[in-house]
Nanobody, 112 residues
Framework: QDQVAESGGGLVESGGSLQLSCVVS????????MGWYRQAPGKEREWLAS???????DYAPAAKDRFIISKDDDKKTIYLQLNSLTPEDTAVYYC??????WGQGTSVTVSS
């Protein structure tokens, strides 16, 4: 069964870091560009970063200097390292495979 499942969210103090994980079924992992998105309360979902099957990464301006996307081919897992977090980073973070496959999201709350 094709699936995308995020984990790693939680409560962190301003300035802290978190690493989010996204476990992906093999067919999706091999075939599609994987991306991380987030949706803050009352805001539209926004793209943060993507990584290709070859490992090429691309970032939105909001993520470029503080977030790092990576992957582990053996574990079929995508990661998003979140650094220097601020309360404005509070959101539900989603993993996406291609255009069709979304996870349920993992919530990140940054306290001031």
């Amino acid at each position: 069964q094709d699936q995308v499942a995020e984990s790693g969210g939680g409560l962190v103090e301003s300035g802290g870091s978190l690493q989010l994980s996204c476990v992906v079924s093999g067919s999706i992992f091999r075939s599609y560009v994987m991306g991380w998105y987030r949706q803050a309360p009352g805001k539209e979902r926004e793209w943060l970063a993507s990584i290709t099957s070859e490992g090429g990464a691309d970032y939105a301006p909001a993520a470029k200097d503080r977030f790092i996307i990576s992957k582990d081919d053996d574990k079929k897992t995508i990661y998003l390292q979140l650094n220097s977090l601020t309360p404005e980073d509070t959101a539900v973070y989603y993993c996406r495979g291609g255009v069709l496959y979304w996870g349920q999201g993992t919530s990140v709350t940054v306290s001031s």
